[in-house]
DNA sequence: CGCTTTTGACCTGCGC
DNA sequence: GCGCAGGTCAAAAGCG
């Protein structure tokens, strides 16, 4: 496998009804950086990321003994498919974990995530590929308005840790 | 002691 | 109407 390699990080729009909605999509609010910095701060091997957009104007909350009367709640979905030997890719903010099922197409389990903050409801959900236990599906559902907890690292941190051969 | 993880139960939507 | 799949909650346990 290539040695450090430059972090490739692919934009998918999966709008098939190219609704005129969002084009740019919210990616300002998911910096990139912040995914480098949880996407390298683990591996420090190459870091493939893929992103998915998804704009679903219309999910319900399958399940939840709340959110009865929600309908209409337009909710941002971003794929990220990350090559990494772990799935848990800290992209700086708190995450709790809230359940985890196992899914049909996969033989690994799904784990649900919820951002611990105050009026942060974004959601996440880590997922590996059955067929590429090293890729790892990421699903960001939500958008955080608040800063990171963590002092963002800067790119030279994260550069630092890429050179820093972590003692296994 | 507080927070996070774990795990089973429960609910909802969809397909047949 | 029933079964399946996916998603969430809640209680208990575990860890710093």
Sequence with gaps: MAPMQNNQMLLLGSSSSSAASTPSL???NFNSQNFFHGA??????KVET???HHESNNISEGGGKVTKGD???RRHRFAFHTRSHVDILDDGYRWRKYGQKAVKNSKFPRSYYRCTHKGCNVKKQIQ???KDEEVVVTTYEGMHSHPLEKTTDSFEQILK????PAPS
């Design 26 to 28: 919210n990616i300002e």
């Design 40 to 45: 390298n701060k683990k591996d420090k091997m």
């Design 50 to 52: 893929r992103i998915q």
């Design 71 to 73: 309908k209409k709640i």
């Design 128 to 130: 590996r590929l059955s």
């Design 161 to 164: 840790q890429l050179q820093t």
